[in-house]
């Protein structure tokens, strides 16, 4: 990249996104993982309405977030591990294009995917906000809260994802390595009552448990946006620096 281009090409980085997006939706894989996905999630919203008739999505909240720490990986792998196998990551690097336009174009091409993926999980409140008598029953704030907490979540393990998928060839290698680390940190969010003082806030902080408890009951904080935040650039930023080593 020329040393006067600017830090980041808007025009490069959208190209690259919509190439991205539109290789997800060409992708069998991408459907088998969104078959995964939605079988799941439908099973966990039907078995406590028709159990206990509870008019709630809630039920996915505490188990979707493990969901994740693997669907999410599955999706990221190949952002980068395939375009060096096949050759196509060393044309990539001869064009006019900067790591972080890269870096970026690869990250938003899944976070469009993934969101859109989300935002299907709409359809489940929607079906209850017609069965509910009187609709007032259902709690959306709650119910945002959750799928707002689903997007954050799946947003920093698509960071980790491509991270992963920077280090290695073998896209199975970088969904192992991915979903390593993404459940390091859905792990600390459960360790944190086996500690106490200083320690157990730390780990708690560490941990994705914390930050998506309280967003599930329709609170926003901002310490919880900016952990989310703050995660999502470090890795885009080992990322970047990944794609900076290949290139010498």
């Known amino acids: 990249m020329n040393e006067s281009a600017p830090f980041v090409q808007f025009y490069a980085v959208k190209a690259l996104a919509a190439r991205g997006l539109k290789t997800y939706v060409e992708s069998p894989s991408a459907y088998v993982v969104l078959f995964v996905f939605y079988l799941l999630t439908g099973y966990l919203f039907t078995l406590p309405l028709f159990l ?3 008019a709630s999505i809630i039920g996915m909240k505490d188990f979707v977030p493990l969901l994740l720490t693997f669907l999410v990986p599955a999706l990221a792998m190949g952002l980068l591990a395939e375009e060096m196998r096949s050759g196509t990551f060393e044309t990539l690097a001869t064009l006019p294009l900067g790591d972080w336009d890269i870096t970026l174009g690869k990250y938003l091409g899944f ?9 299907g ?3 489940y409140p929607i079906v209850l906000s017609f069965m509910v008598q ?3 029953h259902l709690d959306w704030g709650q119910t945002i809260g959750i799928l707002c907490s689903f997007s954050c979540l799946g947003l920093m393990y698509g960071a980790i994802g491509l991270y992963a998928s920077s280090l290695h060839k073998n896209q199975i290698v970088a969904l192992v390595t991915a979903f390593l680390i993404a459940f390091a940190l859905f792990l600390f969010g459960k360790l944190d009552n086996f500690f106490s003082g200083p320690l157990a806030t730390v780990i708690d902080f560490i941990g994705s448990d914390s930050h998506i408890m309280a967003m599930s009951k329709g609170v926003f904080d901002t310490r919880d946006l900016i952990y989310f935040a703050s995660v999502i650039f470090g890795f885009l930023y080992l990322t970047a620096q990944r794609l900076s080593s290949r290139r010498f």
């Open 111 to 119: 976070a469009a995917f993934y969101l859109l993926a989300v935002a």
């Open 134 to 136: 009187p609709p007032s």
């Open 121 to 123: 999980l709409l359809f």
């Open 52 to 54: 206990t008739g509870q």
